[in-house]
């Protein structure tokens, strides 16, 4: 069984840093992409970042561009999301996903399921002003 488990999850302060990471077990992902969603109270499920299953391709969000970035270490089945700059409107359960087609790596921005077929149970940040 396919599991994504997210941790790194917070309270941080406007201004601050975060380090989301989720690990993948039940299979491995090196040649399947990756990607960070989140939802904040009362809204609709976000595009945050996307990495290939490369690691040499990401996009990310126009509001997270410059201040977010997105990693992944094939050897250990994970990917990481290094959250900087951090605002209040960043406040959100952060959540992982996979792909389930390899060697794919297309936009992930249409809801409801951004093309990605692996969902972990996320993982809640706050930014407190």
């Known amino acids: 069984q396919v599991q994504l488990v997210e941790s790194g999850g917070g309270l941080v302060q406007v201004g601050g840093s975060l380090r989301l990471s989720c690990a993948a077990f039940?299979?491995?992902?090196?040649?399947?992409?990756m990607g960070w969603f989140r939802q904040a109270p009362g809204k609709e499920r976000e595009f945050v970042a996307a990495?290939?299953?490369?690691?040499?391709?990401?996009n990310y969000a126009d509001p997270v561009k410059g201040r977010f970035f997105i990693s992944r270490d094939k050897a250990r089945n994970t990917v990481s999301l290094q959250m900087s700059s951090l605002k209040p409107e960043d406040t959100a359960v952060y959540y992982c996903?996979?792909?389930?087609?390899?060697?794919?790596?297309?936009?992930?921005?249409?809801?409801?399921?951004?093309?990605?077929?692996?969902w972990g149970k996320g993982t809640l940040v706050t930014v407190s002003s």
């Open positions: 039940g299979r491995t992902f090196s040649n399947y992409s």
């Open positions: 990495i290939s299953w490369r690691g040499g391709s990401t």
């Open positions: 996903a996979a792909e389930s087609r390899p060697y794919t790596f297309v936009s992930y921005i249409t809801p409801p399921h951004y093309g990605m077929d692996y």
